[in-house]
């Protein structure tokens, strides 16, 4: 197209976004909405979100109050930002906000529709949460399966000591060990070793995409313009996405294939990938076809893989910024363990320091910072106000965890607040949601409650950690990186030293 005819295209374009959002604007000064800014012609209040959107949703809440509406270009947005209205969102009107606001960039056809993260409160979901739940996460199923993420956290202690005295890259290699605990549970296979490159190539894929994803689109805010993809947040996507479909179109043939050879011999695997191949081969009700199962094992691979490796590394961060903190976590370890066996999953409930220190950093760190977003399915009162049907609905659980009315000295690390509190992440305490509540809380937090867990207990255990030379507790770099997934904008390096060389040196 030539820039003339672009640029007169552009100015038509954006003349007809003004003249509706101008017309939206004298409709909805009669509505009852939240409070909020006042918006600007055409493009609202988007100049608002800046680049950590997170952190300015809730500086502007603070102004306008815990249930805050924004007209982002055309979108109209509310925002809750405090346990209360958290409670009524996510609990009391949750059968009118279970539905999914989809973005733009993760639009991809095939995907989206059969995604159980982002799929509309419909039959399907349902049907695929039934068998999230019964196939993969009950307490039978995890116990089952707990040997595998014991191996695959006694490779990551192996990798650790293999570089003893040299600055390792903890992201890196909790991601790869959290990989490979998806991987081994559901298709009985490690995906990546981790001193390989392939374990740095998978990661770049989930951040991009993480990050595509999470990032403002114009396309989310000015729906006519989903048709050219401005910013080509859809376009990236899909083509990350078709890596991870290859790879699991692969897994899906061989699986397939090895079915008759199974009924041949009787030999049966007992992994979630048979669970699936299996409800794709049947021809009833209940049949799975391929591209749900594709887009279902993408969802864990993301899901599984980014988040429960970003809690360990902002653990890591945390601990390392305050070395007291670290010395009652390892003193605790010391004495209901001690170094003569590895960190078991059910020690877990007997290190309520261990815990403290997860639940700390995922009040501070909250995987998802702002949730996913939900939509009002019907018109629905929130806090007093009215939400219309249809409209965009986001929890800020960072706004929550750093709200100096909830929390005392909200923005220190201070895990002892929770050991004499009986406040979980589970979905029942809203002054601590990072995997959400209600019908859309995360299927994977019992998974991702052990891993981590046994991750860190493990490398806390083992090790001696101390910074790379010349720096100091407090040069530890906490910068963010926003996507959907909140990640450390810089590798935190760290050097390990085997326990057992640290107490020998120590006599």
């Known amino acids: 197209m030539e820039p003339t ?22 409709h909805s000064r009669n509505s009852r909405l939240p409070p909020g800014p006042t918006p600007l012609p055409l493009f609202g209040s988007l100049f608002e979100l800046g680049r950590d959107p997170h952190r300015s949703l809730a500086r502007l809440a603070k102004t306008h109050g815990p249930v805050m509406s924004l007209r982002l270009g055309l979108v109209t947005t509310v925002v809750v930002s405090s346990p209360d209205a958290a409670r009524e ?27 159980l993260i982002w799929n509309p409160h419909n039959q399907l979901w349902k049907n695929l949460r039934a068998i999230i739940k019964s196939h993969l996460f009950t307490t039978r199923r995890l116990d089952a399966t707990q040997s595998l993420r014991r191996q695959k956290v006694q490779q990551l202690v192996g990798y650790v000591r293999c570089h003893a005295g040299q600055a ?16 081994s549970t559901f298709f009985s296979v490690d995906l990546v070793d981790l001193d390989s490159d392939r374990a740095g190539d998978f990661m770049d894929i989930v951040s991009a995409i993480m990050e595509e ?10 729906p006519l313009l989903r048709v050219i993809d401005p910013q080509g947040l859809r376009r990236r996507v899909t083509a990350h996405l078709g890596k991870l479909y290859k790879l699991f179109d692969q897994m899906i043939d061989s699986r397939l294939e090895g079915v008759m050879t199974d009924r041949k011999t009787n030999n049966t695997r007992h992994d979630f990938l048979d669970e699936l191949v299996h409800l794709h081969i049947q021809e ?59 960190v078991e999953e059910s020690d877990i409930a007997g290190l309520p320091f261990l815990q403290a220190v997860v639940k700390e950093t995922l009040r501070l760190h909250p995987p998802v910072p702002l949730l996913l977003p939900h939509k009002a399915e019907t018109n629905v009162e929130l806090g007093g106000y009215a939400v219309p049907k249809g409209t965009r609905v986001l929890v800020n659980a960072w706004a929550i965890g750093h709200d100096g009315d909830v ?69 530890v770099d906490i910068t963010e990186k926003f996507g959907v997934t909140l990640a450390l ?19």
């Open 407 to 475: 929390w005392e000295d909200p923005e220190s690390f201070k895990p002892e607040r929770f050991l004499e509190s009986d406040v979980d992440f589970r979905g029942g305490d809203f002054e601590l949601i990072p995997f959400g509540s209600g019908r859309r809380l995360c299927p994977g937090m019992p998974l991702a409650f052990r891993t981590v867990h046994l991750m860190l207990g493990s490398l806390l255990q083992s090790f001696d950690w101390k910074l790379p030379e010349g720096m100091q507790p407090s040069d």
């Open 5 to 26: 005819l672009w640029c007169l295209c552009l100015a038509l374009t954006l003349s007809l976004l003004y003249l509706l959002a101008t017309t939206r604007g004298k």
């Open 168 to 183: 390792v890259d903890i992201g890196q290699a909790a991601f790869a060990t959290s990989l490979n605990v998806i991987t």
């Open 284 to 342: 009833d009700d209940t049949r799975l076809d391929r591209q749900t199962i594709k887009t279902l094992l993408v969802d864990m691979f993301l899901a599984g893989s980014d988040t429960s490796s970003n809690t360990v590394q902002w653990a890591m961060a945390e601990l390392l910024r305050n070395p007291s903190s670290m010395a009652k976590a390892q003193a605790e370890l010391a004495k209901g363990i001690g170094y003569q066996r590895e």
């Open 213 to 222: 994803v999470g990032r403002p689109n114009l396309s989310d805010f000015f």
């Open 89 to 115: 969102a996510l609990q009391k009107k949750d059968p009118d906000l279970a539905s999914r606001c989809v973005p733009d960039a993760i639009q991809v056809p095939g995907h989206y529709e059969a995604s």
């Open 489 to 507: 904008a810089a590798p935190l390096r760290a050097v390990a030293v085997p326990t057992e060389y640290a107490r020998t040196s120590d006599k």
